[in-house]
């Protein structure tokens, strides 16, 4: 299993850029690096996903780089609704992950005015 | 809503009880897995199913615990004789396994229901 680990919380305010870094130093050839966001009583819910490099989507930016021991997400201007726990996954997603899927404890993000 | 689906969204019993949880997937997702997730943690991988064959169990799914998806539809999480220890939230997330190269270069994103929130007395 590929263990990721990330910071316990980190504190923003609206407006602001954020970086969440997460260190998978064991991370497979064929693993993918997703990440989930959740808000409390709610199930996680797909922020982004990624392989190598750079991928950008309509809400956030995923950074990669060349030797894949680590992924940055990146929140542009995050707002108090940003407020939430953030997960970084590594796995093979081609195969459905099983229980290569693992969450850790995530990033408490806190966003304020 | 065409999302995943729990119910119910909150259990409470006794020790000793069984219950038991269903979860709709999102219709044409091959894919189920139900997830435990206690306070402060990150969900645990609990089962998961392609269609109606449950491919992989957790060491974390004792013989009290027990999953099925009979017509590769929906599927139920059964626990029975209840444990204090049992109390968490139960999620469950479905996914379209699009196979094969495709599969490989996108990835298959997880969906998570709202969960169903155990309380074990």
Known sequence: ?113 | DTGVSQNPRHKITKRGQNVTFRCDPISEHNRLYWYRQTLGQGPEFLTYFQNEAQLEKSRLLSDRFSAERPKGSFSTLEIQRTEQGDSAMYLCASSLDRGGIAGAQRGNEQFFGPGTRLTVL
């Open chain 1, 1 to 113: 299993l590929a263990k990721t680990t990330q910071p316990i919380s980190m504190d923003s305010y609206e407006g602001q850029e954020v970086n969440i870094t997460c260190s998978h130093n064991n991370i497979a050839t064929n693993d993918y690096i997703t990440w989930y966001q959740q808000f409390p009583s709610q199930g996680p819910r797909f922020i982004i996903q990624g392989y190598k490099t750079k991928v950008t989507n309509e809400v956030a930016s995923l950074f990669i780089p060349a030797d894949r021991k680590s992924s940055t997400l990146s929140l542009p201007r995050v707002s108090l609704s940003d407020t939430a726990v953030y997960y970084c996954l590594v796995g093979d997603m081609r195969t459905g992950g099983g229980n290569k899927l693992t969450f850790g404890t995530g990033t408490q993000l806190k966003v304020e005015l």
